[in-house]
């Protein structure tokens, strides 16, 4: 792959697995109904650009660079993100499905997920400070040590946490979210 920088360009119906990226680094970019499935993305920058409608589903991301980043309408299956360069690492996502994806141990303050699929994914030892999960589907999601005090979960549902495991302090929930609060006790709400 040869090394460069893109500004300002918008890729548009690109099968990247045919057709692989030309650059490094991709600043402003928007890349709307790309396919990126498979595809190889370790160590390329993307600042401020915005994918949307694309698939990206189980494409490598060893030290895959995402600062400001948006996705919107994007299929995101079995990814890895943990295996992303952290610094400044700035994600938000819309309408999208992650399920099965990783983003263990990552720092993701005030990262939003709105109307997500995010089935089985795993936040384990995640900084979810501040973060919002606005009308996502948590089925199967893992929390363990994971940091989400004043997180929104007021419109999340089918989700499984443990309060002694995690961090929770002044987090938002429904009332009808408590059974995911509190399903390891084994009590009946009603």
Do not use: W
């Not at 309408?95 to 384990?124: A, H, I, M, P």
């Amino acid at each position: 792959m040869a090394k460069g920088f893109v500004e300002d360009k918008h890729f548009k119906g690109v099968n990247f697995s045919e057709a692989p990226l030309v650059g490094s680094d991709y600043e402003a970019c928007h890349f709307s109904n790309c396919l990126f499935a498979g595809v190889n993305l370790s160590h390329i920058n993307f600042m401020e650009c915005v994918f949307e409608h694309c698939d990206l589903s189980m494409a490598k991301l060893g030290n895959t660079a995402f600062k400001d980043t948006t996705f919107k309408g994007c299929k995101l299956l079995g990814l890895h993100f943990e295996d992303v360069n952290p610094f400044l690492l700035a994600l938000s996502f819309t309408d999208c499905q992650l399920n099965l994806s990783s983003f263990f141990n990552l720092n993701l303050k005030k990262t939003r997920f709105v109307n997500c699929g995010l089935k089985e994914v795993d936040f384990s030892g995640a900084d979810l400070s501040l973060a919002v999960f606005d009308n996502c589907d948590l089925l199967g999601a893992v929390f363990g040590n994971t940091m989400l005090e004043k997180a929104d979960f007021r419109t999340a549902f089918n989700y499984s946490l443990d309060p002694e495991v995690n961090k929770i302090k002044k987090a938002k929930f429904s009332v009808s979210g408590l059974p995911g609060l509190l399903g390891k006790y084994n009590i009946e709400i009603g």
